[in-house]
């Protein structure tokens, strides 16, 4: 159980997957402009990161192993997560049209998502169970959602402050997105 927890907390602070990876940065950045959208785009990929690291850890260790075709697992994992992304689309058209008007583009760009396709190439990598697996990606998911929340309320905020006009738009995202990497650096003490 500790070890599932220490899996837990350095996939969602630690080893943050936005701020410390640098995966999934286009929907971070894209995505981050309210904190509503964020917080959808985060419930999406926590759905889609968890179920996908269930379904490829099966896949995996159940056939692409066992038939020694564990070479086709980046074509197979991307399958999987593409049909889950179709899924979630389909859902939130039905279901929230407003949110998924809001995410318009990078909804289906989740299916490109480096973040999704690195957690469960690194769940082969690091010879997770299925169970480590799911937890990893689920944390990981965590840290997305939390690292894209924050950036939307902070970019919420500054809306209203007085930038400098070089600074203005991109250049402010962007450091902003350095700054809170750099105060995720300081959860690297919890090891």
Do not use: H, W
């Amino acid at each position: 159980m500790s070890s599932l927890l220490m899996i837990a907390v350095s996939a969602a602070f630690i080893n943050n997957v936005v701020l410390s990876q640098f995966l999934g940065l286009c929907p971070f950045l894209g995505v981050s402009k309210k904190i509503e959208t964020a917080a959808g785009m985060g419930a999406a990929v926590i759905f889609v990161i968890t179920i996908s690291s269930f379904i490829t850890g099966l896949i995996y260790k159940f056939i692409l192993v066992p038939l020694d075709v564990d070479y086709l697992q980046t074509i197979v994992f991307i399958l999987v997560i593409a049909a889950l992304v179709q899924f979630v689309e389909m859902f939130l058209k039905k279901v929230s049209p407003s949110l998924y008007n809001a995410l318009g583009v990078y909804l289906p760009l989740i299916t490109t998502n480096c973040a999704v396709l690195g957690v469960a190439l690194i769940n082969v990598q690091r010879s997770y169970s299925i169970l480590e697996g799911v937890v990893y990606g689920f944390a990981t998911a965590v840290g997305f959602t939390i690292s894209i929340v924050l950036l939307a309320g902070i970019r919420e905020k500054i809306e209203y402050n007085d930038v400098p006009e070089a600074f203005k738009g991109s250049p402010i995202v962007l450091l902003t997105a350095c700054l809170m990497a750099i105060a995720f650096f300081g959860f690297s003490g919890l090891k």
